[in-house]
């Protein structure tokens, strides 16, 4: 199975408030969510703020800001999985009753031709509603599998995926589901290495931050590490 990392608290209930609560008034400039999806147009019904839109600026801003806040250990999480280079500005959706996106890969370059283009190695998908207050909607991943992942996280909780990876979002039968989504271009654009990287990363961090070394972190990093040297010579032996 591809990449996939949950990071629960991915952004903090300040901050998810603070978003949640300017996406309620009514001068939001939500659009046709189709704008964005270029020959998937047709499987995806939802809305997005304007792409265009000085709100979509500044949640950007504000997201990016949390994401690169090396203080909290989502942030340094996210950076361990990711080691992004280059991140994209914030897509803000919201899908009511009825909308949904069907299967369907995101594309591996954003901003084609232009100073601001990307290779999209890894995609995040941030919660924003509560799920209680929801019904459907559910992130599927690997959805080209029999038994797919699927996620309904916590109001302010992430997942990271492949972006190579087929994925939809099942249709929303009650209620409203926000979310944010964006794409990072990793500085390892090599998928096996990138997970590596991540994994020694966590054994290092662990280390570092644990002085005493209870148990059960000894236990993980024997892990992390036996996974490490398997994957080491699947790759060069």
Same mark, same amino acid.
């Given at each position: 199975?591809?990449?996939?990392?949950?990071?629960?608290?991915?952004?903090?209930?300040?901050?998810?408030?603070?978003?949640?609560?300017?996406?309620?008034?009514?001068?939001?400039?939500?659009?046709?969510?189709?704008?964005?999806?270029?020959?998937?147009?047709?499987?995806?019904?939802?809305?997005?703020?304007?792409?265009?839109?000085?709100?979509?600026?500044?949640?950007?801003?504000?997201?990016?800001?949390?994401?690169?806040?090396?203080?909290?250990?989502?942030?340094?999480?996210?950076?361990?999985? !990711? %080691?992004?280079?280059?991140?994209?500005?914030? #897509?803000?959706?919201?899908? +009511?009753?009825?909308?949904?996106?069907?299967?369907? &890969?995101?594309?591996?370059?954003?901003?084609?031709?232009?100073?601001?283009?990307?290779?999209?190695?890894?995609?995040?998908?941030?919660?924003?509603?509560?799920?209680?207050?929801?019904?459907?909607?559910?992130?599927?991943?690997?959805?080209?599998?029999?038994?797919?992942?699927?996620?309904?996280?916590?109001?302010?909780?992430?997942?990271?995926?492949?972006?190579?990876?087929?994925?939809?979002?099942?249709?929303?039968?009650?209620?409203?589901?926000?979310?944010?989504?964006?794409?990072?271009?990793?500085?390892?654009?090599?998928?096996?290495?990138?997970?590596?990287? !991540? %994994?020694?990363?966590?054994?290092?961090?662990? #280390?570092?931050?644990?002085? +005493?070394?209870?148990?059960?972190?000894?236990?993980? &990093?024997?892990?992390?590490?036996?996974?490490?040297?398997?994957?080491?010579?699947?790759?060069?032996?």
């Amino acid at each position: 199975m591809p990449f996939i990392y949950p990071i629960p608290d991915m952004l903090s209930p300040e901050m998810t408030a603070r978003l949640t609560a300017r996406l309620a008034l009514s001068d939001v400039p939500w659009v046709d969510g189709k704008g964005s999806a270029g020959r998937d147009a047709t499987k995806k019904h939802n809305q997005e703020v304007d792409p265009t839109s000085k709100l979509r600026f500044e949640i950007a801003g504000m997201v990016q800001g949390a994401l690169t806040d090396m203080v909290r250990k989502q942030a340094l999480q996210l950076q361990y999985l !990711a %080691d992004p280079v280059k991140m994209s500005p914030t #897509l803000i959706s919201r899908t +009511g009753v009825g909308g949904g996106y069907d299967d369907h &890969v995101d594309n591996n370059h954003l901003s084609p031709h232009t100073p601001n283009e990307m290779r999209a190695d890894l995609s995040m998908t941030i919660f924003l509603s509560d799920p209680s207050s929801y019904d459907g909607g559910e992130l599927v991943i690997d959805s080209d599998m029999a038994f797919a992942p699927s996620f309904k996280m916590p109001v302010g909780s992430a997942v990271v995926y492949a972006t190579t990876s087929v994925h939809r979002v099942n249709p929303v039968t009650r209620g409203d589901r926000l979310a944010a989504v964006m794409w990072f271009e990793s500085r390892i654009s090599d998928p096996h290495l990138r997970e590596i990287n !991540a %994994d020694l990363l966590e054994c290092l961090n662990a #280390l570092a931050t644990d002085p +005493g070394f209870e148990q059960e972190s000894t236990k993980r &990093v024997m892990i992390k590490l036996e996974k490490v040297r398997a994957n080491l010579i699947k790759g060069f032996a």
